[in-house]
């Protein structure tokens, strides 16, 4: 059975530091994956995918993921952060010709003036 | 925008009431989704639909039933609301005739069950 696993529910950081956000996932056969941000009182938004090709996947507002299938890992990293990133980073991933997304926990990012 | 919209946007109701939130696309796809939204659980399926009058259970449906009588409209509803099914609730829809997978979420819902 699939499943996803983020084990930091928070990660405050500085303004301008770099930042990790961890996602780690279990399945027997290929996946998709995904990085979803949510806003405050907002929906969730698609922040970047992996469905095949170069393992490293960018997003147009600097976040980068890498799929790491040895690891099983989809982390989100950013070189430098801002003020305005602070939101809910939800991991998923969804079995290639399944129906559905499975959701990790969330990542509460803060990021600290 | 994905041209999602969800009704009502907030709602408080007691216990033991019926409630029925409706998801409005203008996209024209096929499938659609139901999840609920708690602390400390992310985002969990309820129902999903992949077609009119076609639909099938998620991970936590019990107390919840669907309906989909149109491409563009899916409901969802508590026969009897309890206090456990206070939360947030999203729909989201999948464009599966194209061969990326992604889901297009609405704005949410927040239930109050008092």
């Known amino acids: 059975a699939q499943s996803v696993t983020q084990l930091d529910s928070q990660v405050p950081v500085f303004e301008e530091a770099p930042v990790e956000l961890r996602c780690n996932y279990s399945?027997?056969?290929?996946?998709?994956l995904f990085w979803y941000v949510q806003y405050p009182n907002q929906g969730l938004q698609l922040l970047l995918k992996?469905?095949?090709?170069?393992?490293l996947v960018e997003s147009i507002n600097g976040f980068e993921a890498e799929f790491n299938k040895s690891q099983t890992s989809f982390h989100l990293r950013k070189p430098s952060v801002h003020i305005s990133d602070t939101a809910e980073y939800f991991c998923?991933?969804?079995?290639?010709?399944?129906?559905?997304?499975?959701f990790g926990t969330g990542t509460r990012l803060t990021v600290i003036p | 925008d994905a041209g999602i919209t969800q009704s009502p946007r907030h709602k408080v109701t007691e216990t033991g009431t019926p409630v029925t939130l409706r998801c409005h696309q203008t996209?024209?796809?096929?499938?659609m989704y139901w999840y609920r939204q708690d602390p400390g659980h992310g985002l969990r399926l309820i129902h999903y639909?992949?077609?009119?009058?076609?639909?099938d259970k998620g991970e936590v449906s019990d107390g919840y039933s669907v309906s989909r009588s149109k491409t563009e409209d899916f409901l969802l509803t508590l026969e009897s609301a309890t206090s456990s099914q206070t939360s947030v609730y999203f729909c989201a829809i999948s464009a599966r005739d194209r061969i990326v997978y992604e889901q297009y979420f609405g704005p949410g819902t927040r239930l109050t069950v008092t």
């Open positions: 399945s027997s056969v290929s996946v998709y």
């Open positions: 998923a991933v969804s079995e290639t010709g399944a129906n559905n997304l499975f």
């Open positions: 992996y469905l095949s090709g170069s393992t």
């Open positions: 639909s992949y077609g009119v009058k076609d639909t």
């Open positions: 996209e024209n796809h096929r499938y």
